[in-house]
């Protein structure tokens, strides 16, 4: 063997020059061979070309980033992980068409201190989302297509838009912590108070509005110099803990003469215990909006990296209210990334009395609409990819102050789209209700649901496909 390695091995032909070797011929300039896509791509986990522009990012600002829409986290997961598993012989299908099945929803119903809680006709309502981070065209809009539909919209941090209160039938007045634009004649004009606490797009920290949205009538409205960053306070100042609140929601009532249900609205963190203390505070409505929220601005890093999803905290929160014996007097509304009337109907049977939307209805507006490219191509971006909320140049209209730019947001088409969007969710939730057998939506329950992956079981407590058992760690441990 040690004679061999002494014995060249000549080729039968010339011996091929290196140039050749290397791939030279025909060769891609700058480009050499190995794995083609670490060239365009990068080839580390860790230090992704996203990773490395974030970090030259803050090299360059000194601070964190601010932007609008939503989560971009790809590890959240998402209802097309669940399957609904409709009657087939074990339970009988309703009908399609000679069958009813019943949609109304009524928020506020169970408690004995509400003379008139909030009946509607569908069991999705529109988000609070503020003049201010949205156009008073904008906001006229959602409640005139909210209205058609039979549904009520709220009005989110600064105040009652008078647009938006001759729009909305129904109309839910927030009450936050910086209290902006805060009205007695306001909550008496409500048909439902909103105390918030969190939001999902950026839980444990307050509102964000910056200057170029903070326009003149803005400003009135909140009492604050025009044209300057707003950050709204994220503690209450009357009150620390369940006792303070449970005097507060009493002052309210005084105020409301007892007649409208009190929501308490908060980013989904740990609902299994923020939402027991809301519910024996005396919340008529509890809403628990999940990481997915969107937002008008928020640091990316609150965006990306705090709360849990909206579909691992509704089991948490429906059980404490059943833990504390509140489940028939208070109920439970959900919100963050629900795009679709099989996402509300996912979220009906995982126990939610309703379900909140925000940025599918600003979709449904026109947001990201394939209109005025010039517009999205000077915010560095395109129609379908728009995430540039906070900077209130929105190039069609709705997420702004600009005059010009609002008036790109036709009202009377804007309302319609959005009622014929809210029908045509209400139409899918029924088509599901009753393949599983349902004569309300409101009948929908966990065991018509089943897992696709074992992140989804874990996350919901929902059977898993084809072995019918929840996946959790003491299956595994047995098995």
């Given at each position: 063997?040690?004679?061999d390695?002494d014995k060249?091995?000549e080729y039968?032909f010339?011996?091929?020059s290196?140039?050749?070797v290397a791939?030279n011929?025909?060769?891609i300039?700058?480009?050499p061979?190995g794995?083609?896509?670490?060239?365009d791509e990068?080839?580390?986990t860790?230090?992704?070309?996203?990773?490395?522009a974030?970090v030259q990012?803050?090299?360059?600002?000194?601070?964190?980033q601010?932007?609008?829409?939503n989560c971009f986290?790809?590890?959240?997961p998402?209802?097309d992980?669940l399957?609904?598993?409709?009657a087939?012989?074990?339970r009988l299908?309703?009908e399609g068409?000679?069958?009813?099945?019943?949609?109304?929803?009524i928020?506020?119903g169970g408690?004995?201190?509400?003379?008139?809680?909030?009946?509607?006709?569908i069991?999705?309502?529109?988000a609070?989302?503020?003049?201010?981070?949205?156009s008073?065209?904008?906001?006229?809009?959602?409640g005139y297509?909210?209205s058609?539909?039979?549904?009520?919209?709220?009005?989110?941090e600064g105040?009652?838009l008078?647009?938006?209160?001759t729009?909305?039938?129904?109309?839910?007045?927030?009450i936050?912590p910086?209290r902006?634009?805060?009205?007695?004649?306001?909550?008496?004009?409500?048909?439902g108070l909103?105390?918030?606490?969190?939001?999902?797009a950026?839980?444990?920290?307050?509102g964000?509005?910056?200057g170029?949205k903070?326009?003149d009538?803005?400003s009135?409205?909140?009492?604050?110099?025009?044209?300057v960053?707003q950050?709204?306070t994220i503690?209450h100042p009357?009150?620390?803990?369940a006792d303070?609140l449970?005097?507060k929601i009493e002052?309210?009532?005084?105020?409301t003469?007892y007649k409208?249900?009190?929501f308490v609205?908060?980013?989904?963190?740990?609902?299994?215990?923020?939402?027991?203390?809301?519910?024996k505070?005396?919340a008529?409505?509890v809403?628990?909006?999940?990481?997915?929220g969107g937002t008008?601005?928020s640091?990316e890093?609150?965006l990306n990296?705090?709360g849990?999803?909206c579909?691992?905290s509704?089991r948490a929160?429906?059980?404490?209210l059943?833990?504390c014996?509140?489940?028939?007097?208070?109920?439970l509304?959900?919100?963050?990334g629900?795009?679709?009337g099989v996402?509300?109907?996912?979220?009906?049977a995982?126990?939610?009395?309703a379900?909140m939307?925000?940025n599918?209805a600003?979709?449904?507006?026109?947001?990201?609409?394939p209109?005025y490219?010039?517009?999205y191509a000077?915010?560095?971006?395109?129609?379908?990819?728009c995430h540039?909320c906070h900077?209130?140049?929105?190039?069609?209209?709705?997420a702004t102050?600009?005059?010009?730019?609002?008036k790109?947001?036709?009202v009377?088409?804007?309302a319609e789209?959005v009622a014929?969007?809210l029908?045509?969710m209400a139409?899918?939730i029924t088509?599901?209700?009753?393949a599983c057998g349902?004569s309300?939506v409101h009948?929908?329950?966990?065991?018509?649901l089943?897992a696709?992956s074992?992140?989804?079981?874990?996350?919901t407590?929902?059977?898993?496909?084809?072995i019918?058992?929840p996946?959790?760690w003491?299956?595994?441990?047995k098995?």
């Open positions: 063997m040690a004679d390695l060249i091995y039968p010339p011996n091929p290196e140039e050749e791939f011929d025909g060769a300039r700058q480009r061979a794995l083609p896509s670490s060239y990068g080839g580390s860790r230090w992704t070309p996203d990773a490395i974030e990012a803050l090299a360059q600002l000194g601070r964190y601010v932007r609008g829409y986290n790809k590890q959240m998402t209802f992980d399957a609904f598993v409709p087939t012989m074990t299908p309703l068409y000679r069958e009813n099945c019943e949609l109304e929803t928020l506020g408690s004995p201190y509400v003379e008139h809680p909030l009946k509607l006709k069991p999705i309502y529109i609070s989302m503020s003049f201010g981070a949205l008073a065209s904008a906001k006229a809009s959602l297509g909210a058609k539909a039979g549904t009520m919209t709220c009005t989110g105040g009652m008078e647009e938006e209160r729009a909305s039938q129904l109309l839910v007045y927030q936050s910086a902006y634009g805060l009205d007695l004649d306001h909550i008496r004009r409500a048909d909103e105390i918030v606490v969190g939001q999902g950026k839980p444990g920290t307050g964000l509005l910056l170029m903070v326009s009538r803005v009135k409205m909140r009492n604050l110099p025009p044209g960053d950050r709204s503690r009357d009150f620390l803990g303070d449970a005097v002052e309210l009532r005084i105020a003469n409208i249900p009190i609205k908060m980013g989904a963190t740990r609902p299994r215990y923020d939402v027991a203390i809301a519910a505070a005396g008529d409505v809403v628990v909006d999940g990481a997915e008008g601005a640091p890093l609150l990296h705090t849990i999803p579909m691992s509704i929160a429906r059980e404490a059943e833990d014996g509140m489940s028939d007097r208070v109920s509304v959900v919100s963050g629900i795009r679709s996402d509300v109907a996912k979220c009906l995982l126990g939610a009395d379900v939307i925000g599918a600003m979709i449904a507006l026109g947001c990201n609409s209109r490219g010039e517009d000077k915010l560095g971006t395109s129609p379908g990819a540039h900077t209130g140049l929105c190039p069609v209209g709705i102050q600009e005059a010009e730019l609002e790109r947001v036709n009377a088409a804007s789209r014929r969007y029908t045509a139409m899918e088509m599901l209700a009753k349902k309300s009948n929908l329950e966990v065991e018509d089943r696709l074992f992140e989804a079981s874990a996350f407590g929902v059977k898993m496909a084809g019918d058992r996946f959790g003491e299956n595994t441990a098995a």
